[in-house]
């Protein structure tokens, strides 16, 4: 049990590690093509390739990203700042 717990956790800590380094970079990439979205969409950047989508809610934003990526490590950003600035899901 305890070495499943520890392989979990190994896991985890990769792949947040991995959206912190990758997703701020996509974000930097692609942010001449946000500068149309209106204040306050979310978007959540696919960490492996920097394909994007999009909502007005975090639920909606989330909905699609899984739809279209399946379970992948993703990064959330909030378009011009608010409550919600950025942060990795997997």
């Known amino acids: 049990m305890d070495d499943d717990f ?3 956790r190994l ?3 990769a792949v947040t590690e991995f ?3 990758t997703g701020p970079a996509w974000l930097e990439e692609i942010e001449p093509q946000l500068t149309k979205l209106p204040k306050g969409t979310f978007i959540v ?3 492996e390739t920097g394909e994007y989508v999009v909502g ?3 639920s909606e934003a989330c909905d ?3 739809k279209r990526f ?3 490590v993703g990064w959330m950003h909030e378009i011009g700042g608010g409550f919600f ?3 990795g899901i997997v």
């Open 70 to 72: 399946g379970k992948t």
């Open 64 to 66: 699609a990203f899984e």
């Open 45 to 47: 950047i696919n960490c």
């Open 56 to 58: 007005k809610r975090i």
């Open 11 to 13: 896991h985890l800590d």
């Open 6 to 8: 520890e392989k979990q």
């Open 19 to 21: 959206a912190a380094r």
């Open 85 to 87: 600035v950025g942060g």
